[in-house]
């Protein structure tokens, strides 16, 4: 399988601008060689499953959503809510808010949304945020312990003690 890597700033349809949040198919421009000079589609949105499930105030549970990559505004701008300021563990919920596109049937998540998760789907995302933002995928390299032979694992969408 190949790895993709986050594109260059202010590539084009970098998340957090109006309109491009999510867009799927974006092209890094590359250097010559290759059909047309471009590569690979740029992913920007990864899908996932939270564990457990954000219950609205009607009883339903939302499970499946998706996550944009996180932009410098997007981890520079909670520095100056002053939920934050008060208490920097909230830094997170007031992040995810702001890559979290969509969950399930709402028809917008916020940082309200995210603090009325259950803990274990937050540290789920908040793991999946560095996961895709560091790594830029969401597969990682494992070694069977038996064989010892290597192969890739997908990350994404997956629950808690499945592979």
Known sequence: MRREAPGAP????????????GVTGVHEATGGGGAGGRSAPLRTEFAFELPRGYLDESGTV???GAMRLAT???ELVPLRDIRVRENPAYLSVVLLGRVITRLGTLPAVHDGT????FASDL???QDFYRQINAEGHTRAAVACPHCEESFEV???GSRLGES
């Open 10 to 21: 202010g590539s084009a349809g970098a998340p957090g601008f109006p309109g491009t949040g």
């Open 62 to 64: 939302h499970r499946h």
């Open 72 to 74: 410098a505004r997007d």
């Open 114 to 117: 995210v603090e009325q998760m």
């Open 123 to 125: 540290a789920f995302l």
């Open 154 to 156: 997908e990350l994404a």
